[in-house]
């Protein structure tokens, strides 16, 4: 998962305030994508974005979240009012356009923890 | 909704024994991979399997896809300590026109390997 860059990787907010989650895809890799890891759960999938686009979005929450892939910068996966169920390992990953079998490599996560 | 279903969900041997992990579904898919993830960390990739009857190696891990490609399985051969970890399937959908890569993971298999 080499490449991949994902920070912070721990956070602590609040209930009520703000979390955001900042990607940066692995060099040549064109699409991303947030997946959730709750305590004594599988990964689950929320949004697949390319740059300026939300391709699919059928995993995020309807409300509080959001997820964005400018075109200059990270991918941020963002979460407002924060509540303790939000607390979770959120991971990204990304692929080449293309990529043969849609293989997907992880970074190392970011662990939000709601107090 | 496209279902993984892995076992054992945990499992506990001596070093130097074989074991094999499942990965089972009633869906079809387009791929599957094989993840291992470590406490505090990301998931790893290990392989990508296309092909339905797909055999791939990768040192004593053995890799299968079902000729169906409904379920693919992995044997480690001659266990050690250091493979200790949480193993994930994860299934890529057949690709439908407009449809996103998003992956189906299974909830894992956590494996202790005792010395």
């Known amino acids: 998962n080499a490449g991949v860059m994902q920070n912070p990787r721990h956070l602590v907010r609040r209930r009520g305030q703000e979390a955001r989650l900042r990607c940066s895809p692995m060099k040549g890799h064109s699409h991303v994508y947030w997946y959730r890891q709750l305590p004594e759960e599988g990964l689950k999938f929320m949004v697949y974005?390319?740059?300026?686009?939300?391709?699919?979005e059928s995993g995020m929450p309807k409300e509080r979240f959001s997820a964005e892939f400018p075109k200059e910068g990270p991918s941020i996966l963002r979460i407002q009012q924060v509540v303790r169920g939000d607390s979770a390992a959120y991971f990204c990953?990304?692929?080449?356009?293309?990529?043969?079998?849609?293989?997907?490599?992880f970074g190392e996560g970011s662990w939000l923890t709601v107090v | 909704t496209q279902l993984l279903e892995q076992s054992p969900q945990f499992l506990s041997i001596q070093e130097g024994e074989n074991l094999t992990v499942y990965c089972n579904s009633s869906s079809v898919f387009s791929s599957l991979q094989w993840y291992r993830q470590e406490p505090g960390e990301g998931p790893v990739l290990l392989v990508t399997?296309?092909?339905?009857?797909e055999v791939k190696k990768l040192k004593r891990l053995t890799f299968q896809f079902g000729d169906a490609r409904k379920d693919s399985s992995l044997h480690i051969t001659a266990a050690q300590p250091g493979d200790t970890g949480l193993y994930l399937c994860?299934?890529?959908?057949?690709?439908?026109?407009?449809?996103?890569?998003?992956?189906?993971f299974g909830s894992g298999t956590q494996l202790t390997v005792l010395p």
């Open positions: 974005l390319q740059k300026e686009n939300i391709i699919d």
């Open positions: 399997v296309v092909t339905g009857g």
């Open positions: 990953a990304s692929s080449p356009s293309g990529g043969a079998g849609n293989t997907i490599y």
């Open positions: 994860a299934g890529a959908p057949v690709r439908t026109r407009g449809s996103a890569r998003q992956l189906t």
